[in-house]
């Protein structure tokens, strides 16, 4: 692969028309796009993975999207300047703006994740896979004739919220133009973690793009040279692009320690275990630097001082990131490079975080609270997947009709064909806040009637 043609303006569903020129880059444009569409907004009201905030403010989709993007940047750029420095050959391409790229990929790598969490992807999952949808993966249309095929199915029952990203950016929805979000396709591409078909979720797990999507996908990779691995006849499976490592190591990086830092305010780590914990990241010497910088700072408020050790902390593992980045560029380019950059960074500073990803395992993640939210939201997601997709499958019925005619008319949930009517159901329930969705559980349940 060649940076050359790997950063590419072209905007999927524009192709033939020239592009605009103006003050902003092309990426700039994707990136303010992005901030003023309707699925951005509405991840303030999805769980991160605390519940949504009541006294004490945590994070929700929004703060941290805002925030990996803010750390996507950096990456980016720093990155980009360290590589024009080793190829200047490069600097009249693309390769200066790939901080604009990733950043905006950064904005959008959360956009198809449903309420709830995590728990609204295998919510959705599981209704296929071990649910009431199961009859599905047998059933025949009688007046189209149309079954699912098996990637069809491995769409609904490996249902991941990196694949419905791509999806949203990129489906053509009733109302909307080609190409859905008209998007840049390097920064599509920078957005897809897993880049290969739902055939291969059983051993991978995820997967980066669903089957309606599949000829999207391959237009954009050959376009963009990224290279596709040999797998068995019918997959699909391709190497990462690059700028995809950045966006995960922005993602790794905010998601971890973010997490501590919440679950510090909400008093479910110690103060002296947090600041024990994010002050391993650092050498001896850098640790002491550190140490009395805070006492110089005179900060009494515990909070900030927890603040000051994670701007450290951030700062430092970003910095290992581009370094590791810039370091395996040609492994990377050759589509050989294995894992994550976080894996690859220096001994103190990976295993410090390999700590973070065990303390937050056993006492943030299996927390009471969170755990709560991941029962209820289960529950709902469930609830609200079962009665959509019965109301898509007998359309014919008075409460089909009811339910089907508060759907706005871009969920083309009359869809003659059945995996695209099925896709609709995911589309309209994934789109969904968490508040949203709670109100239509207890609506259509007869929890609470609406003020007339």
């Not at 591409?189 to 997967?207: C, E, R």
């Amino acid at each position: 692969m060649h940076w050359a043609q790997l950063l590419s303006s072209k905007r999927l569903g524009l192709e033939s028309q020239k592009q605009h020129r103006d003050d902003r880059t092309e990426f700039q444009r994707d990136y303010d796009r992005l901030i003023f569409s309707a699925p951005f907004r509405r991840l303030q009201n999805k769980t991160q993975v605390f519940p949504l905030p009541g006294s004490i403010f945590v994070h929700n989709r929004l703060t941290h999207s805002l925030e990996v993007s803010s750390v996507g940047r950096s990456l980016g750029n720093d990155s980009a300047r360290l590589l024009l420095e080793r190829h200047p050959e490069l600097t009249d391409t693309h390769l200066s703006e790939m901080g604009s790229i990733v950043s905006a990929a950064c904005l959008a790598h959360d956009l198809g994740n449903p309420p709830f969490g995590h728990s609204g992807e295998r919510a959705i999952a599981t209704y296929f896979s071990e649910g009431e949808g199961r009859w599905l993966q047998t059933y025949t249309d009688p007046e189209t004739g149309d079954r699912l095929t098996a990637t069809q199915w491995n769409d609904l029952t490996h249902f991941d919220g990196n694949a419905n990203a791509f999806r949203l950016l990129t489906h053509h929805f009733n109302g909307r133009r080609p190409g859905g979000f008209v998007m840049t396709y390097s920064t599509l591409a920078s957005i897809v973690k897993y880049p290969f078909s739902s055939d291969l979720a059983g051993t991978h797990q995820k997967f980066g793009f669903f089957e309606a999507e599949r000829e999207d996908y391959q237009r954009i990779a050959n376009e963009l040279g990224i290279l596709r691995r040999e797998s068995a006849p019918g997959t699909l499976q391709y190497v990462r692009f690059p700028l995809a490592y950045l966006v995960e190591a922005a993602d790794d990086i905010c998601y971890e320690i973010m997490d501590i830092e919440d679950a510090h305010k909400l008093k479910i780590l110690p103060t002296a275990d947090v600041k024990e914990l994010l002050l391993s990241y650092f050498l001896p010497k850098r640790r002491d630097e550190i140490v009395e910088n805070l006492q110089q700072l005179d900060v009494h408020d515990v909070n900030e001082q927890v603040v000051y050790l994670r701007s450290c902390v951030i700062n430092e593992l970003e910095g290992e990131c581009v370094r590791c980045f810039v370091d395996h560029e040609q492994e990377i380019l050759q589509g050989c490079f294995q894992g994550s950059l976080i894996e690859h960074i220096a001994d103190t500073p990976r295993k410090a975080y390999e700590q973070c990803v065990r303390t937050s395992y056993q006492h943030i993640y299996h927390s009471k609270d969170v755990v709560d939210i991941e029962l209820a939201g289960f529950r709902v997601m469930t609830s609200l997947i079962h009665e959509m997709v019965e109301a898509a499958m007998h359309p014919e019925r008075a409460y089909s009709q009811l339910l089907l005619n508060r759907v706005s008319r871009q969920y083309q949930l009359r869809d003659p064909h059945l995996y695209d009517r099925l896709m609709a159901v995911l589309d309209y329930i994934s789109g969904m806040t968490d508040v949203y969705a709670l109100e239509l559980y207890r609506n259509i349940n007869g929890m609470s009637i609406p003020i007339i």
